[in-house]
């Protein structure tokens, strides 16, 4: 009987995540839109580059070497391309999160 139980409760979860996986959002503007974008707010070069679910929204986030020390961060919603935040990072701040980013 218990393991009749905990199949079920198995299945059940797989279709579950199924489900939630299908009904994902996807993103409506392409990686190369999104980067134009975000170059257009703070020109420099691009050193890093990703698709994120930030707080159930899709973005992409985008590293970008100015003039400015450091790096800007540029945060571009992969639905509408719109612009949703902009945050200079010195060094230090750019190290700790790509530390907290590895232990993810």
Request: net charge positive.
């Amino acid at each position: 009987m218990y393991r009749k139980i905990t199949t079920a409760f198995a299945f059940a979860a797989i279709l579950t995540g199924s489900a939630f996986a299908a009904t994902a959002a996807k993103p409506k503007i392409t990686m190369a839109q999104a980067r134009a974008t975000a170059l257009k707010k703070a020109p420099g070069k691009v050193t890093s580059e990703e698709l994120e679910n930030e707080k159930g929204k899709l973005i992409y986030s985008f590293d970008i070497a100015t003039s400015k020390s450091g790096v800007t961060e540029v945060n571009v919603d992969a639905i509408n391309g719109k612009i949703v935040a902009v945050q200079h990072e010195n060094a230090a701040k750019e190290a700790a999160e790509k530390k907290a980013e590895a232990k993810h």
